[in-house]
């Protein structure tokens, strides 16, 4: 029965995300290691689900380590010059043969439909074509690289043509000249050109590791392109993360909306990543994912909801909805993805006698999102806008989170700090401690 409770809660809550992304267009990554490892079938059936669901897919592919796999049997060795190879017309017969077999393979796995399987009557259309338009890498301090390309052009027409028919488009690492010549792309700047050009709303790139890792080895959420780009300066090209974290980054720049950086070896990570609010990975975004701002009358159902576990426990105050709807403008909220996750109220006193002091009060963050310090950002938002008010000191009443308090610099002080008014309303009953920082 917990488990039943458990899938009911999450298909509940994952009900935004299923109006959001229909309809929108996704780019996604998947490098050779990606198709050939266990867990791929699973990512297909998450693909599977995701084109039900009414989102435009875009499928960018890679073939390296089938294609070295085919170099060796041939005793073919290619000659690198910095990242790129040189690719003489043989190597390039043996690329095409792998991102051929390869796009042969994706169609097969999406157009299996059997009985008791997660893709059963899919029914999903695939289609693949020279919707990449290559040039030549050329000649670089006097190396000719050969077959070896980068992208000049995507057909964007033709993709969206495909994507409104509702089928999912396959990008093979393959592009063609208007002079008929065949090239070796990279897989990263194929999904980058294709969701930069298409104007998608999430490039998603699967890659060995679960997002970046911060000094402790846990995942990094979310980050703003200017610090994906600072870390891609400390990272060698020939490290594990660097393509897809370029990818990510250079999408991010140009227009695409959200980058996300998730693990083709864990099972139901693109679901995670989509259809919950933290997500499994890192995404890379410009947008204001997460923002510390004035509450307004929209917020009251999302603040009580917020507080009211904690006024059945006692640590809040109870403040019915008129009584809220009444004071919003008091308050500051920190709102995740469309989530009020942290609020605070700032009551400011100006005629006071003992100068002009606020009552920082309903402080209040959901358990799930305690970590990120979001207390702590909007107590900055609060403490700005007691400035602003020209108030010279904040002072708060609280039952539980007194070191809280004293570890952002409040100090201890008696009922007889607060001002007179106040004074008259202090609970004796609830004997709440005070603390009073100077601004």
Known sequence: MDNLQDYVHWFRNSSPYINAHRGRTFVLLLDGYALQHQNFTNIVNDLALLNSLGVRLVLAFGAQPQIQQRLEQRNIELAFFGPRPAISSDAMEIIKDAAGSACLELQSRLSSGLPNSPMHGASIRVTSGNMITARPLGIINGQDFGHAGIVRSVDCVSINRQLNDGAIVLLPPIGFSPTGEVFSLTVQEVATRAAIELKADKLIVFSEQKGLLDDEGEVIRDMAPKQAGQLLDLLSEEHRLYPALQAAWQASRFGVGRAHLISYQQDGALLEELFTRNGGGTMITQELYEQVRDASIDDVGGILELIQPLEEQGVLVRRSRERLETEIDQFTVVELDGMIVA?????????????????????????????????????????????????????????????????????????????QSRQQLYNWQRNSKVFVKAL
Do not use: N
């Not at 909007?378 to 000191?393: C, N, P, T, V, Y």
């Open 343 to 419: 609020c605070a109220a700032l009551y400011p006193y100006m005629d006071e006698q003992d100068g002009r002091i606020g009552e920082l009060a309903c402080v209040a963050v959901d358990p799930q999102f305690r970590g990120g310090d979001r207390g702590g950002l909007i107590l900055q938002h609060i403490e700005k806008r007691s400035r602003r008010l020209g108030l010279k000191a904040l002072f708060v009443l609280t039952t539980h989170t007194a070191h809280w308090f004293q570890e952002r610099g409040f100090e201890p002080a008696g009922v007889d700090a607060l001002p």
